[in-house]
């Protein structure tokens, strides 16, 4: 019964974080703008493989996020 779990966790530990999904890494980046992430959520994302695809989307929230920041103000600017 202990070569089973040993095993088990043998195989655990050699398996490669998977690439997260488009979904995984919006969830991600919206919890992250909100401050709202939990440790566990956190530590998968830092154990991915690569920075890319966080830096990426984080970058067109940030360009989505500014925009529309922009149209808001001069939607209300206009209105006066």
Do not use: W
């Not at 779990?5 to 979904?23: F, M, Q, S, W």
């Not at 991915?48 to 500014?66: M, T």
């Amino acid at each position: 019964m202990s070569d089973v779990a040993e095993n088990k966790n043998k195989a655990d530990e050699n398996k490669k974080p998977r690439n997260p999904g488009v979904l995984k890494i919006t969830q991600s980046i919206l919890a992250g703008a909100l401050g709202v992430q939990s440790d566990k959520r956190r530590k998968e994302d830092f154990s991915s493989h690569s920075a890319g695809p966080y830096i990426i989307a984080g970058l067109i929230f940030a360009g989505l996020f500014v925009g529309g920041l922009i149209l808001v103000v001069n939607l209300v600017l206009a209105g006066q």
